[in-house]
């Protein structure tokens, strides 16, 4: 009978599933660039329609920082750029913003990820709190220098505060998904 439920189609459809989802640093490194897309292509098309507009959801983002702590710097790098790329397609920032902010993101990780415990939420929530600063930094300097100062009122704060909480829960969401990929000594949770 387990042979028979095995070759089924449930068993293969949870298995492609299983691949499919987002799991930093997976192993594969195009199936890691498939997944920016596929983050990419949910944020700027399926999110926006579900928050009406009224604030930026980015799930991308705290993916990608996720990804920083797991992966190699020669795979970080270059998806790195593809994400500043994507995420640059759909914003007025001057080129190159993004990916100055993910590079160095991925520079500083790379290099402060062996000298903290990954096993608690701690490290986590102030990587992600931290990096989700440095990227809104970089938005809000562009918005003073090129657009409307105006725009930079109390209403921005707080979105920019709730999209770093929301930023948190997503990377943390996604650090305890990819639990089984750390070294036994560094598991979350």
């Not at 098309?45 to 020669?74: C, E, K, N, Y």
């Not at 520079?107 to 992600?128: D, K, Y």
Request: net charge positive; aromatic share 14%; hydrophobic share 55%.
């Amino acid at each position: 009978m387990e042979r028979i439920l095995e070759a089924s189609g449930a068993t293969r459809l949870e298995k492609i599933l299983a691949a499919l989802w987002p799991q930093p640093d997976s192993g594969n490194f195009l199936l890691d660039v498939f997944h920016v897309f596929l983050l990419a292509a949910i944020e700027q098309s399926m999110i926006p329609h579900q928050m009406l507009g009224v604030f930026r959801i980015d799930i991308l983002t705290p993916w990608l920082f996720v990804f920083f702590v797991f992966a190699p710097l020669r795979k970080s790098l270059p998806l790195a750029i593809l994400a500043g790329l994507i995420q640059e397609t759909r914003s007025t920032a001057p080129a190159g913003m993004y990916m100055s902010a993910y590079w160095s993101a991925a520079v500083t990780l790379h290099f402060i990820r062996h000298t903290l415990s990954w096993r608690h939420f701690g490290p986590w929530n102030v990587m992600l709190a931290s990096c989700m600063a440095w990227v809104i930094s970089f938005e809000t300097l562009v918005i003073a220098v090129t657009q409307d100062p105006g725009r930079l009122g109390w209403k921005y704060g707080f979105s920019q505060i709730f999209r770093t909480l929301i930023a948190i829960a997503i990377g943390v969401f996604f650090a305890r998904t990819a639990k089984n990929r750390l070294p036994p000594e560094d598991q979350v949770g």
